[in-house]
């Protein structure tokens, strides 16, 4: 299938719909339908089931106790730096911010605004700032981890459409991470506030975070925001922060000067949490 015939079935699939019935199929508890779904899916997406902590596929109650399962303990060792990948997944695109503006694909960007959900006092904090997007495929792990020692002030939730994330959408529907439905995390660090977000897709029945639990469903159409500044939530380098019910992309705002990404990252590549991505520049 061509780039652009998948980008416009992206239009015209009834994508709340199928991502509201994919979520209620995720959660059921169908014994052996669930184990013969679930070995499906293994095998269609080779799972590597060796790194879970529970590789008995015949022994999840639901789609998503499987497809958020933990990993194997110390599996992902955290690396000496002063970022570290939040995500197993592949790294879509990282950089700077231009201005305001964040790279999505060759001939797209969208605004810093436009992805914490149009808080321009927020957003102003990264202009010239850097970022990075990675995707995670329906193979990876899907806990969220957050890469430095930080304080949580914000959550932000922001509705929006439900296209795929995948690559091919990416490139062919403009400014599609400030689209689709979200939820924008921030935090202060000793190196300056960051964001953290959780970018929902099409079948992603929902996202969670650790300190708030299902943020969606419901969906109830408008931005809905919780402050933590009273509020003593502090994660370290690593600590799980949330998580996907069916998977999607992570996108991070630091602000200027305060990450130098590792000369290893490259677009596309496979990437994994706990690994360099960066460090204060010297």
Known sequence: MSDRLAVLLQYLLPKQALTVLAGKLARAQAGSLTTSV???????????????ANPD??????FNEFFTRPLQADLRPLAEADFVCPVDGAISQFGS???DQIFQAKGHSYSTTAL?????TLASQFNEGTFATIYLSPRD????????????TRMIYVPGALFSVNPTTARGVPGLFARNERVVCVFESALGPFVLTLVGATIVGSMATIWHGLVNPPRPGVVREWRYEERNIFLK?????GRFLLGSTVVMLFPKKSLAFNP????????RMGEVMGNKPQ
């Open 38 to 52: 679930i070995r499906w899916f293994v095998g269609r997406y080779k799972v590597n089931m060796a790194e879970a």
């Open 57 to 62: 596929i015949a022994s999840y109650k639901s």
């Open 97 to 99: 911010i231009d201005k």
């Open 116 to 120: 914490v959900g149009g808080d321009a």
């Open 141 to 152: 792990y899907h806990r969220i981890h957050i890469p430095c020692d930080g304080k949580l």
């Open 237 to 241: 380098k690593g600590d799980e922060m």
């Open 264 to 271: 290893a990252w490259k677009p596309t590549a496979p990437v």
